[in-house]
């Protein structure tokens, strides 16, 4: 039985062996798909928080308040401040054609009379409130005075620009004109009561502070190294799909596996062989995984793969995808006639479960359907694992509904392939 296993494996090997293509599929591809994602991921943190995006500034108030918007865009970390295109002073209708033509990503137009109304509107309000409270007699005042109409910045965005994008700018244009209001609110009470009779403090009250998780009392930190290990790792193992499969099906279509059948081997030993080295492969470009990210990406200037104290665990969760990853390759290959059938089917289903997976997208920015179809993908089970223990510093307790759920995964799917070999078998 032991012998019969050993060189079913040793069997495995040699098909791998012959075929130079299928290795550098299974080794060198998914490093360096590990590499330029994880450098193109980085890089683009790094040159999104260095380098400053310029925007449009059409300026037609003139007033404390633009200048105030003016000083605060311009000592920001992200964007500079355009007021000129080809020495032309900017109006709206430029800005407008030169955003709406991608030329730049985002138009600011500040309205006329801004700061001036702002402050007729807060005086209005603070001398009704402090006629109100019998401290001044100009309510009457306040009544005769006209009403100031509601004032709109208007924002013109590039049409390609990303949601996540507008959304942060107007947050942080709706925070800025907020703290420009309260700061005028606040020096008109100090005026009306009179100076030197209350001073009011205006620095914020309330302050954001993130709570990360803390090992020994270290704070952890996760980086795109942490998020990027396990996703192509599990992308990569579950390539394997492709070489095994197709060895399956070479085996059929050239006879092999007739031959095979003509000694006393049984179909599950074959298969157990399959699934022993294609575990030993899978394990393999685990591990090389986790050596580029120790030690190839503090070279490349990347964050290192901390795995202090997670290695076993993350060994666990490996192989456990792995055997999910050869239940699904032998199924294939079982059902499938010719290897045009199986590799492109094989590439496809991968990159479909990689994609509903939260490999490429992460599974809470999916929709609420996306979001429960997400949890039937065998690449979503791992990733959480595997997010389990380097992330959330889970047990092998947390890990065990995913892993159970990996190898029930390779049952299912290997029970399958052989009712469906013996049943053609027999027809």
Same mark, same amino acid.
């Given at each position: 039985?032991?012998?019969?296993?050993?060189? =079913?494996?040793? $069997?495995?090997?040699? %098909? @791998?062996?012959?075929?130079?293509? !299928?290795l550098?599929?299974?080794? +060198?591809?998914?490093?360096?798909?590990?590499?330029?994602?994880?450098?193109?991921?980085?890089?683009?943190?790094?040159?999104? =928080?260095?380098? $400053?995006?310029?925007? %449009? @500034?059409?300026?037609?108030?003139? !007033?404390?308040?633009?200048?105030? +918007?003016?000083?605060?865009?311009?000592?920001?970390?992200?964007?500079?401040?355009?007021?000129?295109?080809?020495?032309?002073?900017?109006?709206?209708?430029?800005?407008?054609?030169a955003?709406?033509?991608?030329?730049?990503?985002?138009?600011?137009?500040?309205?006329?009379?801004?700061?001036?109304?702002?402050?007729?509107?807060?005086?209005?309000?603070?001398?009704?409130?402090?006629?109100?409270?019998?401290?001044?007699?100009?309510?009457?005042?306040t009544?005769?005075?006209?009403?100031?109409?509601?004032?709109?910045?208007?924002l013109?965005?590039?049409?390609?620009?990303?949601?996540?994008?507008?959304?942060?700018?107007?947050?942080?244009?709706?925070?800025?004109?907020?703290?420009?209001e309260?700061?005028?609110?606040?020096?008109?009470?100090?005026?009306?009561?009179?100076?030197?009779?209350?001073?009011?403090?205006?620095?914020?009250?309330?302050?954001?502070?993130?709570?990360?998780?803390?090992?020994?009392?270290?704070?952890?930190?996760?980086?795109?190294?942490?998020?990027?290990?396990?996703?192509?790792?599990?992308?990569?193992?579950?390539?394997?799909?492709?070489?095994?499969?197709?060895?399956?099906?070479?085996?059929?279509?050239?006879?092999?596996?007739?031959?095979?059948?003509?000694?006393?081997?049984?179909?599950?030993?074959?298969?157990?062989?399959?699934?022993?080295?294609?575990?030993?492969?899978?394990?393999?470009?685990?591990?090389?995984?986790?050596?580029?990210?120790?030690?190839?990406?503090?070279h490349?200037?990347?964050?290192?793969?901390?795995?202090?104290?997670?290695?076993?665990?993350?060994?666990?969760?490996?192989?456990?995808?792995?055997?999910?990853?050869?239940?699904?390759?032998?199924?294939?290959?079982?059902?499938?006639?010719?290897?045009?059938?199986?590799?492109?089917?094989?590439?496809?289903?991968?990159?479909?479960?990689?994609?509903?997976?939260?490999?490429?997208?992460?599974?809470f920015?999916?929709?609420?359907?996306?979001?429960?179809?997400?949890?039937?993908?065998?690449?979503?089970?791992?990733?959480?694992?595997?997010?389990?223990v380097?992330?959330?510093?889970?047990?092998?307790?947390?890990?065990?509904?995913?892993?159970?759920?990996l190898?029930?995964?390779?049952?299912i799917?290997?029970?399958?392939?052989?009712?469906?070999?013996?049943?053609?078998?027999?027809?």
């Amino acid at each position: 039985m032991i012998y019969k296993l050993a060189m =079913s494996v040793y $069997k495995e090997f040699l %098909l @791998l062996k012959r075929d130079l293509g !299928g290795l550098l599929t299974l080794f +060198v591809m998914p490093l360096v798909l590990l590499i330029a994602v994880t450098i193109i991921q980085d890089s683009t943190f790094v040159s999104a =928080s260095k380098a $400053k995006i310029p925007i %449009l @500034l059409v300026d037609n108030d003139n !007033g404390k308040v633009s200048k105030t +918007v003016y000083d605060n865009l311009q000592q920001s970390t992200i964007f500079t401040v355009v007021t000129k295109i080809d020495n032309e002073p900017l109006t709206e209708s430029i800005a407008k054609e030169a955003v709406f033509k991608g030329k730049y990503q985002l138009a600011i137009i500040i309205p006329e009379k801004l700061s001036v109304d702002l402050q007729a509107k807060i005086d209005q309000n603070v001398e009704k409130i402090t006629s109100n409270l019998g401290m001044t007699d100009t309510l009457a005042k306040t009544q005769k005075t006209n009403i100031v109409n509601q004032k709109e910045v208007k924002l013109y965005f590039d049409p390609a620009v990303q949601m996540s994008f507008k959304n942060a700018v107007m947050s942080s244009v709706d925070k800025m004109i907020s703290q420009i209001e309260t700061k005028s609110i606040y020096a008109t009470f100090q005026e009306q009561l009179g100076d030197g009779d209350v001073s009011f403090e205006q620095k914020s009250f309330i302050s954001f502070k993130e709570i990360v998780p803390r090992v020994n009392d270290e704070e952890i930190i996760p980086n795109s190294v942490q998020h990027n290990v396990p996703a192509w790792t599990l992308f990569a193992m579950f390539f394997i799909v492709l070489p095994l499969s197709i060895n399956i099906v070479k085996e059929k279509t050239q006879g092999t596996f007739v031959r095979l059948r003509t000694n006393p081997v049984s179909n599950s030993i074959v298969l157990a062989g399959k699934t022993v080295a294609y575990l030993i492969i899978c394990m393999i470009q685990f591990y090389m995984m986790v050596a580029v990210a120790i030690f190839l990406f503090p070279h490349l200037g990347l964050p290192s793969l901390n795995v202090q104290g997670h290695l076993l665990m993350m060994s666990v969760v490996a192989l456990f995808a792995g055997f999910a990853a050869i239940g699904f390759g032998i199924l294939l290959g079982t059902i499938a006639k010719t290897q045009e059938q199986s590799a492109p089917f094989g590439a496809t289903s991968v990159i479909i479960l990689a994609a509903i997976g939260g490999v490429w997208v992460p599974v809470f920015a999916m929709s609420k359907a996306m979001q429960i179809i997400a949890e039937s993908s065998p690449m979503n089970w791992g990733l959480n694992a595997f997010y389990d223990v380097l992330l959330r510093n889970g047990s092998l307790l947390d890990i065990l509904p995913e892993i159970s759920l990996l190898f029930l995964f390779f049952i299912i799917t290997t029970t399958i392939a052989l009712l469906y070999d013996k049943k053609k078998r027999t027809v």
